[in-house]
């Protein structure tokens, strides 16, 4: 599996560019970079219910893309020349450069990827689409703290969850921020330094793709926080919002309603926990991650109100009869919502970049290692 370099990989379609071994890797242009950059927005999903793929083994997940984000060094390697120091972090931009050269990179990302895979049958056991759904809030949820009415509080996809667990807005995800963290130590340990923040995003994505959903392609060169926020609270939207609510909270942090309506799409698969016993089904098809969620949105159906409130909205019950209709729309703009919400709030002035490890095999995959 390897990660072309200047964007995702489906913008690397997009932009005609082939997809190539990080050895041979084509040198990235300041547009190229620039213009990847700036497909990421966001968005942020519901609270109050756990999402559940189904146990699915043998996924075949692709190749997967890795974006250099600094403007300073895409220009600087177009130029054909290195900088003579490492660039000034940008806010916003990933760093996958905190992790080495190409190939240090790409070994972060396989042996991250192979040990969330290796780690969901294992933990999981017999509630393995349980454990996989609690994976995928996480990534909703450590990025869905992001603010952009106030600068000052820098959230967003940062690996805050893990400092952020007893949030009320949290509850009901222990059981993946528990995995998460064991991980990221079972990581350390095979001296492959991954942030947590990059862990949870490529950990919500495998989650999808375990569920038949689309396989989404995350980069990396997300650093940490070393402290939770205060304000999950305030950002992450309320079962019980209106239409008008929630669409004023997504497009107040720079999210369109197609976002929205895409990421509110989650609920295709899982049980709510917003509710003390029995948690009820999200829709017909709880391990399944299919369009069904927006079929029985126009027939009146919908665990939350806030489900149902997309249908009372001219402009959001339009993209649900969309999503309805034609499943691979909803899934193109769920991977695409995704993929944005991951690049909210990264790499600004509280986060820190990961000690990268001296000696020894660097981030190569060891299944004993793994707490299972």
Known sequence: MSLPVGGTASAARLQGAPLRPAARLPRPSLRSATQAAHRVTETIIDNGQDVTPQEHSGVDLGRRSLMLGAATLAAALGAGVSPAAPPAFAAGVLQPEIYGDEDAQQAVFDTTTKAVRYVLPRRGRSEVPL???????????????????????????????QYEEKQPQNAGLKPGIDVLVDLHQDLKKMNCPVTMADLIQIAGAESVAIAGGPKIKVPIGRMDVTEGSNDVMTQLPSPGNTAKELIDLFEGNTYTTQDLVALSGAHTIGKARFF????????????????????????????????????SNPTTKAIVE??????SAFFKAFEDAYLKMGMKGINAKNTVAPELPSGGNFCRFDAKLIRA
């Open 131 to 161: 454990l996989a759904g609690a994976l995928l809030r996480a990534a909703f949820h450590d990025a869905g703290t992001f603010n952009a009415k106030d600068g000052s509080i820098q959230t967003g996809a940062n690996g805050s969850l």
């Open 276 to 311: 003390p016993k029995t948690p009820p089904e999200l829709e017909g098809t709880p391990k399944t991650f299919d369009n069904v969620y927006y079929k029985e949105l126009l027939n009146g159906e919908g665990a939350f109100p806030s489900d149902r409130a997309l249908v």
């Open 322 to 327: 969309t999503f309805a209709s034609d499943k």
